[in-house]
């Protein structure tokens, strides 16, 4: 099934590994064009080599963090520079480690560091990006959040929080965009393997845990992320897609 992006420009934030890394893969084999946005400038080059190599697309890097404004202000100018984007995918840090539950969470630190990396940097890029793909008249964004923004988990608790406030934020860009041809959608994973999620130390009980029996593949978030930004999703806006294997029991 042709996607209908191949030529789009995509700008996906985290997007040098994991979750993200697998996002571009499904993009650049769809024919989009990348600009990917990580701190480690070494692994993004080497992201974007693997990916020109692979797929025979353009991509590029920009490194920075994205709890940093003037960092998203240079990722905009260096995508507008590059002819604008239609593509705008916002994958976060992980939040603080080891996860905790609520009352566990004495340590502000963590926190500032949660609220800098979940709420704060990605409503820098969802404020300083979307209006750069609004501007093509058939933009996409979507966020990559977390199964507990509708069904809360055990030791979540920083996630939860903040990502509830992403979750927010998105219901209001959908609505403010929507008259621009834009829609903006989530996809909420969980127990999706990738590396650094395959280094938690309950990963077999978390899998069992699972309706399905098994632990979410990253090129299924990744094909689930591609059908949201392909000419087939333009009727869906405001949009939460669980990735969890039935983890979620919340009514909708
Ligand atoms: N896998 C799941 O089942 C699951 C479930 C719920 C939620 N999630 C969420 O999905 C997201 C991705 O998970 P993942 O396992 O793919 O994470 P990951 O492997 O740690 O990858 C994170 C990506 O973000 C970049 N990044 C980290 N900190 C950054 C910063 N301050 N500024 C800019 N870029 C930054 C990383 O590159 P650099 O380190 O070079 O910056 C990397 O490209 C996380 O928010 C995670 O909590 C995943």
Redesign the pocket.
Known sequence: MDLGIAGRRAIV????????YAVCERLAAEGAELLL????AA?LTDACARLQRAHGVRADACA????RAEDIDRLAVQAAEKGGAQILVL?????PSPMRDFLQENDDARWEQGYQ?QLH?ALLVLRKLTPLVAAGGCGRVVA?T??SVKQPMPRHAI?TIYRAGVQAALKHLAMEVAAQGVTVNAVA????I????STFHNLEQRIQAVPLKRA?KPEELAATVAFLVSEYAGFITGETIQLDGGQTLALC
């Open positions: 934030i985290g997007g040098s590994q994991g979750l993200g946005f990580a701190r480690d692994r920075g963090d994205i709890t994958n976060t840090p992980r939040p990396q940097g990559i977390s199964a996630s994973p969980a127990t999706v990738t590396p650094t999620f979410g």
